[in-house]
């Protein structure tokens, strides 16, 4: 079976450092893009950050670029977001998710989240 399973989140302090990792189950990772999304409450799901299936191209969102950076270990079927300098407003549920084009069309897969709390 398909299956992301995300870990590494929690409670943190402003300008604290947390890692998120996302192991991969059931699928041919390194196909794959790779992405973290996240969602704060009242808000629409947000691309934080992608890499391709080789992993040599990436994209971070704006607001965190500089701060965030993604990676992935396709030895090990898994995708990391290293978070430095977390401010409050990442405060969100982060989601992993898997995208490739196939060539029937679109396929993705998501994770169940973990929440990233950013708190004094």
């Known amino acids: 079976q398909v299956q992301l399973v995300e870990s590494g989140g929690g409670l943190v302090q402003p300008g604290g450092s947390l890692s998120l990792s996302c192991a991969a189950f059931?699928?041919?990772?390194?196909?794959?893009?790779m992405s973290w999304y996240r969602q704060a409450p009242g808000m629409e799901r947000e691309l934080v950050a992608n890499?391709?299936?080789?992993?040599?191209?990436?994209y971070i969102v704006d607001s965190v670029k500089g701060r965030f950076a993604i990676s992935r270990d396709n030895s090990a079927d898994t995708v990391y977001l290293q978070m430095n300098r977390l401010k409050p407003g990442d405060t969100a549920v982060y989601y992993c998710?898997?995208?490739?084009?196939?060539?029937?069309?679109?396929?993705?897969?998501w994770g169940q989240g973990t929440q990233v709390t950013v708190s004094s």
């Open positions: 998710n898997a995208f490739r084009r196939a060539t029937w069309g679109p396929v993705d897969y």
């Open positions: 059931g699928f041919r990772f390194s196909l794959y893009t």
């Open positions: 890499i391709s299936g080789g992993g040599i191209s990436t």
